[in-house]
């Protein structure tokens, strides 16, 4: 296995920055960077007293360190643990509304992991989350073709302090190369993204990303949910959520655990059903503002 750091401190400092203004983006426009760059960034959108109180209840739990590295650290299903406020977050108001406009669906909750990047992390591998006939580390649940995960950053996101890494537009891409279980050490067109503490990355799950190693002297903090649309189920039976545990959820949280088996598709299609619709916006250009 290679346990080898991504990128030296001379990669680091001459690594190409995302300059975007991601304040001043409209609606239109998040949904075309998330859809054609395969990414977007929200910022700001917890506060510094809801950073503070998720940052202290995700500390207690006990994380477990990856194959490749003991300072790259995860615990997985906060859901189930005793941190209200972080569990909160998955019924953010504004992230749930966007969303669902993205998605023009309701919403299903497959993951919600916390992710502690330690000092001397030596960053993550190139990959995408999106495993078309499953895998070993993410079994079916990863063959949803269609999901999107979004990063909570608990702390700033420096070029020292294990920012974002990206390949814009490589979800996009129809070449061998493209293969969704690829896996690279660095690549040539890698871009970096910071943000503040509280903003949100949104990545497309077929996007090629990663992280860059953890130069500073703090760990790096991240809540990361995952979300897919009710009809983009997996391809094959999951195991699904336990009852007793969804149903005690809070309330307004408890909708976004519906099965996981959820799949509306229609596998008798024919060729010219009846009532066929003129009209679908969602797969207009117009969907950006354009037009």
């Not at 990856?66 to 650290?73: G, M, V």
């Not at 615990?75 to 406009?101: C, G, H, K, R, Y």
């Not at 302090?161 to 070449?175: A, D, Q, T, Y």
Request: proline fraction near 7%; charged fraction near 20%.
């Amino acid at each position: 296995m290679d346990v080898s750091f991504t990128n030296s401190r001379e990669d680091v400092s001459a690594a190409k920055r995302v300059e975007t203004d991601w304040d001043s983006l409209s609606l239109g426009q998040r949904i075309r960077s998330l859809e054609v760059d395969g990414y977007v960034v929200i910022p700001d959108l917890l506060t510094a007293d809801q950073l503070a109180l998720i940052r202290d209840e995700l500390k207690q739990l006990p994380t477990t360190g990856t194959d490749y590295s003991a300072h790259q650290r995860g615990f997985s299903n906060v859901q189930w643990s005793d941190s209200p406020t972080a569990i909160d977050v998955i019924a953010l108001p504004v992230m749930i509304e966007f969303l669902e406009t993205l998605f023009g669906d309701e919403l299903i909750c497959t993951s919600c992991a916390y992710a502690v990047s330690q000092s001397g992390h030596p960053g993550i591998a190139i990959h995408t989350d999106a495993q078309p006939y499953g895998s070993k580390i993410f079994g079916l649940g990863a063959s949803s073709p269609c999901l999107v995960r979004v990063l909570y950053y608990l702390d700033d996101l420096t070029p020292e302090h294990s920012p974002f890494k990206v390949i814009p537009g490589s979800h996009l891409s129809l070449h061998a190369d493209a293969n969704p279980y690829h896996r690279f050490l660095s690549h040539e067109d890698e871009e970096m993204v910071t943000c503040r503490a509280g903003s949100a990355v949104i990545i497309n799950q077929k996007v090629f990303h990663a992280n860059y190693p953890n130069y500073s002297d703090s760990d790096r903090h991240m809540l990361a949910i995952a979300y897919r649309p009710a009809w983009a189920g997996p391809i094959g039976e999951v195991t699904d959520y336990e009852a007793d545990k969804v149903n005690a959820l809070p309330e307004h949280v408890r909708p976004f655990f519906r099965s996981l088996n959820t799949q509306k598709i229609d596998y008798d299609l024919p060729n010219r059903p009846d009532n066929m619709a003129r009209h679908a916006p969602g797969i207009s250009r117009r969907r950006y503002g354009e037009g």
